[in-house]
Nanobody
């Protein structure tokens, strides 16, 4: 059973920074592909960033240059460093995981709320 627990959300002003964390339990973390997604009210869930087991990263255009995804395999944790936050970044942020041979993310955390005021 895989468990993903996000933390680090909160209320910040535009231009400020936050770091989200996602702690994983239940499978070999170092062989996982990890992703961050977000869901704002009235909008569809959208991809934010991902990091493969190899360290390869990918970002949505809307966050490139502002957000950085990283992982610490020793701590079974993936991070999302968010800088220069904008009100449109306001959403519930979810961590997701998948392992080799799985085409889609099939494990999800409960989410952490990020609210950016103008």
């Amino acid at each position: 059973q895989v468990q993903l627990v996000e933390s680090g959300g909160g209320l910040v002003q535009a231009g400020e920074s936050l770091r989200l964390s996602c702690a994983a339990q239940g499978r070999t973390f170092s062989s996982s592909d990890m992703g961050w997604f977000r869901h704002a009210p009235g909008k569809e869930r959208e991809f934010v960033a991902s990091i493969r087991w190899s360290g390869e990263t990918s970002y949505a255009d809307s966050v490139k240059g502002r957000f950085t995804i990283s992982r610490d395999n020793a701590k079974n944790t993936v991070y999302l460093q968010m800088s220069s936050l904008k009100p449109e970044d306001t959403a519930n942020y979810y961590c997701a995981a998948k392992w080799l041979g799985t085409p889609i993310y099939n494990y999800w955390g409960q989410g952490t709320q990020v609210t950016v005021s103008s």
